[in-house]
């Protein structure tokens, strides 16, 4: 039964993560000089600090050496730590996303290869490399098409004997500059796969993204005849479990309690401004405009947190939609839509409570708006994902992307 009532557990992950961000992350991440929305540096000893509060492996099961959590406490961890900086949020999450392959996908060999690596090692983060240059093909008049509009996967991976040989090039990737190991969508003779390639892999390399429209950190990979072993093939050679778009829209909506994070940050900023802020004799909260517009932003909060939690609650029960206790919708991409548009409205109400402040470059609320931004405009943007969502209304499945032809 879908309830709102956090367990204890859930209370006390929560409420450690709230504390680490008010104490830690907080103080450095809001300083002067970081405020500036393209000269971020990524907070690495913060990274590493959250890593060893068992955030990074905060998926895994106890057996596995993790917390077992599921994805609603996965979501609330990503929310509480994006209040405090979406950039450490957007790498735990991604790696979080990506824990799984180890028990779900994984064979007992590549386990036992990768999973110590992993457990041992703060600084071990996961990377997916599956965008292709020049993939950002909008859905727009293809809405409703037979024909896909993703391009064939160009990144190849040849057999020769007991070893992969890849070439290719992946672009955006998020966590590609502190990834260890990356999960790679290939062509190979038999249809898409999914390589494992390890970080130190000889032929691989990373050149960090510029620019600052993304959280986290990313990059490009590039493949330069890369070997790997024929084991770390992921699942079936030709069968990536990451193939096609059955499961897209309803899976763990982390990204979503990111954005959730931003427009929350900007909310308390706005709050507690408008009880210190003093004017015609009484704080600003009490005057009538500036509290329909906190109550607003509340509304849009609260609003936002009951779709990603009931996306989260689904994507671990998946049964919920087989027995129609759920609607057989992709609710991560309805979490997706309302509140990227909802969190970019509120961060701007919030900022007009401050007034003329509230775009000084020194105070964060400007910081707060361009994070919101950001995540309106990632992946395949909001537009996409509302036509996808509509495609699923009508019961239209688009078929995967076709592999390129090897060339050797």
């Known amino acids: 039964m879908f309830n709102l009532h956090l367990s204890s557990e859930q209370l006390e992950i929560r409420d450690t993560v709230r504390d680490f961000v008010a104490r830690e992350v907080k103080p450095v991440a809001l300083a002067p000089e970081r405020l500036e929305a393209f000269d971020k540096p990524l907070l690495a000893k913060l990274l590493d600090q959250a890593s060893q509060l068992g955030l990074r492996t905060l998926a895994l ?30 790498v735990l999450a991604h790696t979080a996303m990506l824990g799984g392959l180890f028990e779900r996908l994984m064979t007992p060999l590549q386990r036992e290869r990768f999973l110590p690596q992993f457990l041992g090692d703060d600084g071990f983060h996961l990377a997916f490399a599956e965008r292709e240059p020049g993939s950002e093909t909008a859905l727009g008049v293809n809405y409703h098409r037979a024909s896909a509009i993703e391009p064939g996967i160009g990144t190849v991976a040849e057999r020769r004997g007991a070893e992969w040989f890849i070439h290719g090039k992946k672009h955006c990737v998020a966590n590609a500059p502190l990834a260890r190991l990356f999960a790679v969508q290939v062509a190979t003779s038999n249809g898409i796969s999914t390589a494992l390639v390890p970080r130190d892999t000889g032929g691989l390399s990373v050149r960090p993204q510029e620019g600052r429209w993304f959280h986290g950190t990313c990059g490009e990979v590039v493949f330069e005849n890369c070997r790997v072993p024929a084991e770390n093939i992921l699942g079936v050679e030709g069968q990536s479990p990451f193939a096609g778009d059955a499961a897209k829209g309803r899976g763990a909506p ?71 206790s759920l609607p057989d919708l992709p609710l991560q991409t309805i979490a997706e839509v309302y509140t990227a548009e909802a969190m970019l409205e509120a961060v701007k109400d919030a900022a007009e409570c401050f007034g003329a402040m509230g775009v000084m470059r020194d105070m964060p609320l400007q910081k707060y708006v361009h994070d919101a931004r950001v995540c309106l405009h990632s992946g395949d943007g909001v537009s996409d994902a509302r036509l996808r969502l509509a495609e699923a209304l009508a019961g239209f499945r688009r078929p995967a992307a076709a592999p390129a032809r090897a060339t050797a």
């Open 254 to 324: 982390l990204m979503q309690a990111l954005n959730l994070g931003i427009g929350r940050a900007a909310y308390e900023a706005a709050l507690d401004y408008s009880r210190l802020r003093v004017q015609g004799g009484r704080p600003i909260v009490q005057h009538q405009a500036i509290g329909a517009k906190l109550a607003g932003i509340a509304i849009k909060l609260e609003v936002a947190r009951a779709a990603i939690w009931r996306a989260a609650w689904a994507s671990d029960h998946p049964d919920a939609v087989a027995d129609r």
């Open 61 to 90: 099961s106890e057996a596995a050496g993790g917390a077992g959590a599921d994805s609603l406490t996965a979501c609330i961890v990503t929310e509480e730590l994006a209040v405090g900086d979406p950039d450490i949020a957007a």
